[in-house]
Structures are given as structure tokens and as C-alpha cells.
T-cell receptor, first 112, second 111 residues
Framework: KAGVTQTPRYLIKTRGQQVTLSCSPI?????VSWYQQTPGQGLQFLFE???????NKGNFPGRFSGRQFSNSRSEMNVSTLELGDSALYLC???????????FGPGTRLTVT | GENVEQHPSTLSVQEGDSAVIKCTYS??????FPWYKQELGKRPQLIID?????GEKKDQRIAVTLNKTAKHFSLHITETQPEDSAVYFC??????????FGAGTTVTVRA
């Protein structure tokens, strides 16, 4: 089975712009979680989607949003980018009723 | 919400020695505790996990222990090798599948 994929892998944006990141889960996985990883901060949970519904949400501002499509692919959007949004954004997928999460390679976002 | 604390933040060991990383969690409802290894420039990889109804689990040179009463769990790596050098993250999941991570431990194995 192919692993979790994320596009694009690298992105450079200017402060104030918006960005959309994409995540394709492992085939058959319906849960997709998103994390922000910054040096020294570990992985901060953004949100989780299951069967097109947001099931869990972290403590990020409303500028961060997401959605999931019927094929389980997920997108996350960040509006009005700030310098502090520069980070590695990771998504992870899991099977129904499983706690095991498998990560994608991440999208490196740089905001200038 | 869940708060996971991880110690130490950095760990340097001599090749062949053991490494121990400790984590505590706050939510008594948490029932799943995975450990991830992240090598430089790569994605986190699940290396071992433990569920709340188990006290200890071992897989070759790595083992994890869980003390539910004290709300802490630990990763033990024996006979460390250079390829064990990486950042290790502990995490705790509540029954609703929300995973909270510790801040990570950078392990360096000295040859």
C-alpha cells in the first residue's frame, strides 16, 4: 500500500496571503489528523477529520481550517498568514477505530 | 485538555548503553500511548505503543512501561546503536482518538 502523501512538499508565502495544503491518506483510512511542528514545540494538534466530519479540534485560531472529501483526502487552509505560521505541517491517517497514526512526509511552509 | 510532558529534552549516551525517556500525562481517560521516532528530515515513525490495560511491552531492543496510577510511561532502549540517534516523541490518546504529543527528546548515540 502506498503511504500517506502530502502536496506540496515545500511552499513559500508572503505574510497576509492564504495557503492550502493537501493530504492523501493510506487507502482505506478514513481518519486524517493535522499537526504543526516547529522547533522546540513538538507536534501541535490542529484537527482531525473522520468520514468528512471534523471529529476533534486543537487550540489554533480560526485562520486554520480544514475539510475532508468523500475519498478521504483532506485539505487544510491557513488564511492571513503570519510569520509565526512558518512550520512543518504533517498529516497522519489511521484506520477506523484504530489509534495507530501513520504520518506523511509533511509540507514545509515558510512565511516571509 | 490532555497535557503530555516529556523528559529529558536531550540525551547523549555511549554506544551500547541504555537510554530512558520519561513522559507524564494529565488526562486519566487517556488509553493509548505511542512512541514515535523522527530522524532528521523524515516523517515520524511509530516504533512501539502500549494500551492502558497493559503494563509493559517489549520489541527487541525497545520497551515501554506504563504506570496508570502515577500517569507516567517510559521508553527504554537497550544496547544503543548509532542508528538510534533521532528525536523521540511520546504521545497520549483519549478515547476519542485525539493524540497529544510531548515536546520530544533528541537522542545522540556516541560511537
Amino acid at each position: 500500500k502506498a503511504g500517506v502523501t502530502q502536496t506540496p512538499r515545500y511552499l513559500i508565502k508572503t505574510r497576509g496571503q492564504q495557503v492550502t495544503l493537501s493530504c492523501s491518506p493510506i487507502s482505506g483510512h478514513r481518519s486524517v489528523s493535522w499537526y504543526q511542528q516547529t522547533p522546540g514545540q513538538g507536534l501541535q494538534f490542529l484537527f482531525e477529520y473522520f468520514s468528512e466530519t471534523q471529529r476533534n479540534k486543537g487550540n489554533f485560531p480560526g485562520r486554520f481550517s480544514g475539510r475532508q472529501f468523500s475519498n478521504s483526502r483532506s485539505e487544510m487552509n491557513v488564511s492571513t498568514l503570519e510569520l509565526g505560521d512558518s512550520a512543518l505541517y504533517l498529516c497522519a491517517s489511521s484506520r477506523d477505530y484504530s489509534y495507530e497514526q501513520y504520518f506523511g512526509p509533511g509540507t514545509r511552509l515558510t512565511v516571509t | 485538555g490532555e497535557n503530555v510532558e516529556q523528559h529529558p529534552s536531550t540525551l547523549s549516551v555511549q554506544e551500547g548503553d541504555s537510554a530512558v525517556i520519561k513522559c507524564t500525562y494529565s488526562d486519566s481517560a487517556s488509553n493509548y500511548f505511542p512512541w514515535y521516532k523522527q530522524e532528521l528530515g523524515k516523517r515520524p515513525q511509530l516504533i512501539i505503543d502500549i494500551r492502558s490495560n497493559v503494563g509493559e511491552k517489549k520489541d527487541q531492543r525497545i520497551a515501554v512501561t506504563l504506570n496508570k496510577t502515577a500517569k507516567h510511561f517510559s521508553l527504554h532502549i537497550t544496547e544503543t546503536q548509532p542508528e538510534d540517534s533521532a528525536v523521540y516523541f511520546c504521545a497520549a490518546s483519549n478515547p476519542d482518538y485525539k493524540l497529544s504529543f510531548g515536546a520530544g527528546t533528541t537522542v545522540t548515540v556516541r560511537a
